[in-house]
């Protein structure tokens, strides 16, 4: 099985800018969607960005316009650009992968924090 390896979050000032990288151990171009959740405390679990295996993408409407998915199939590497943050973004992020169409996203990361403070 597939695993995920989340990188690059840490603290940030808001307004700034942070790239979130997710390595896979296997290939990922053959999975239906990969997909960016976040976590904040005593908050559940929401999906920031995804990308389906055709290259259409879909945002949460708390991040279109600053955030932006992308993917490397070359290199197994997902990615989430985050720009202009806000201390709201604060929260664990994780890198998903979804093999099939008949299961949600069912292969997760272990998360990365992002902090966005002064």
């Known amino acids: 099985q597939v695993q995920l390896v989340e990188s690059g979050g840490g603290l940030v000032q808001p307004g700034g800018s942070l790239r979130l990288s997710c390595a896979a151990s296997?290939?990922?171009?053959?999975?239906?969607?990969m997909g960016w959740y976040r976590q904040a405390p005593g908050k559940q679990r929401e999906l920031v960005a995804s990308m389906s295996r055709g290259g259409s993408t879909d945002y949460a409407d708390s991040v279109k316009g600053r955030f932006t998915i992308s993917r490397d199939n070359a290199k197994n590497t997902v990615y989430l650009q985050m720009n202009s943050l806000k201390p709201e973004d604060t929260a664990v992020y994780y890198c998903a992968l979804r093999s099939s169409f008949f299961r949600g996203y069912d292969t997760w990361g272990q998360g990365t924090q992002v902090t966005v403070s002064s």
């Open positions: 296997g290939s990922i171009s053959s999975s239906v969607a």
